[in-house]
């Protein structure tokens, strides 16, 4: 069972990988995200957590699902800064705003 798991993992992973360019987008309303022909937004209430690791940003929502944004996506530093920060800010304000509706 253990090797059937070593070699399925990996062929699933490859798989499910998108390779297609990825153009994502933020705003209060969510992250709008295309790949190809394929486009939808995933609202912040959507996410768990958006944190970086120097060489990517890990957007990663509720159901597992995410994004890993490597810093070659953004024209320099500053967009990628303001990215984070703003990114930062909407999840913030949707985990208020969550909170305000359940109290």
């Known amino acids: 069972m253990a090797i059937v798991a070593f070699v399925?993992?990996?062929?699933?992973t490859?798989?499910?990988?998108?390779?297609?360019?990825?153009t994502l987008s933020i705003s209060p309303g969510g992250i709008e995200t295309s790949i190809g022909t394929v486009a939808g937004t995933?609202?912040?209430?959507?996410?768990?957590?958006?944190?970086d690791d120097g060489q990517h940003i890990f957007v990663l929502?509720?159901?597992?699902n995410g994004f890993a944004i490597p810093t070659r996506a953004f024209a320099d530093k500053g967009q990628?800064?303001?990215?984070?920060?703003?990114s930062?800010?909407?999840?913030?304000a949707?985990?208020?705003?969550?909170?305000?509706?359940g109290a």
Do not use: D, G
């Open 8 to 12: 399925l993992i990996p062929l699933v």
């Open 14 to 22: 490859k798989w499910r990988t998108k390779t297609a360019l990825r």
């Open 42 to 51: 995933v609202q912040w209430n959507k996410v768990h957590a958006i944190w």
């Open 61 to 64: 929502r509720k159901n597992l």
């Open 80 to 86: 990628r800064e303001q990215f984070l920060v703003e």
């Open 88 to 92: 930062r800010e909407f999840l913030a």
């Open 94 to 101: 949707s985990k208020r705003t969550e909170q305000a509706a």
